[in-house]
């Protein structure tokens, strides 16, 4: 689609703020209006809008695909949408290790255990740590106690995490941060310390690399996305 618009505002609206394009409301996929909770939210998307060029790139406005999911995926059935992410407790990254090298264990002990320490304290959620790739079952009270933080949240924090959850493999990292238990940047190391694992050992070639980059781009649109809310 090309740029039919000249301005882009803001108008309150009744549940939070929306963007308008030349005094009309934008709406998502789905028709609905667009939206924003809060200020920062809806200027960032805003942003997004004014940003755009001769034609419009999704791709270039991942906040407002993030909201767009918020409003036309998640607010209709948000209590469906939480259980699917809670699913993720159940093989959560942070308890599959190495069975060896030495090196590679400690590493992940040093950045996983933590994290497991935290959401145990936090939600009574003790998730038990295994060797290999063989799924091994968490303990019901944990994987419910995790279902329950996820359910808790709303349509527009369960937008931004899902992104991270399914980036990360890991809801507890997912969890911590939103709740600022973890940098960005620190859950980001831990939820690729095998992969720099491999590429310090044997390299890294073009194609992983791009995959790589896409990745940490959907990432940091998400962080950003929960941060403004």
């Known amino acids: 689609m090309r740029r039919f618009w000249k301005e882009v505002a803001l108008v309150a ?22 939206t924003l909770p809060n200020p920062a939210l809806a200027e960032a998307v805003a942003e997004e809008w004014r940003g755009v060029g001769e034609t419009i790139d999704p791709r270039a406005m991942p906040l407002t695909g993030l909201a767009n999911a918020a409003i036309d995926r998640i607010a209709p059935a948000p209590a469906a949408f939480a259980a699917g992410l809670a699913k993720y407790g159940e093989s959560d990254l ?7 090298p030495l090196e590679l264990q400690l590493r992940q002990a040093a950045s996983w255990d933590p994290l497991l320490g935290w959401v145990q304290e936090r939600y009574g959620a003790g998730l038990t740590p295994t060797t290999g790739i063989v799924h091994v079952a968490q303990p019901p009270e944990a994987v419910a106690a995790l279902a329950a933080a996820v359910a808790a949240r709303s349509p527009f924090e369960l937008a931004g995490l899902s992104p991270i959850v399914t980036v990360t493999g890991s809801l507890v990292a997912a969890l911590a941060l939103i709740e600022r238990a973890a940098e960005p940047e620190d859950i980001w190391s831990a939820a690729n310390l095998d992969e720099d694992w491999q590429v310090e050992h044997w390299g890294e070639d073009e194609l992983a690399r791009k995959a790589r980059d896409a990745r940490r781009a959907d990432y940091a649109a998400a962080v950003r996305f929960l941060q403004l809310l």
């Open 13 to 34: 609206a009744d549940g939070g703020h929306d963007v308008q394009l030349d005094g009309k409301p934008v709406r998502t996929p789905g028709r609905a209006s667009l």
């Open 94 to 100: 942070l308890c599959y290790r190495a069975e060896h």
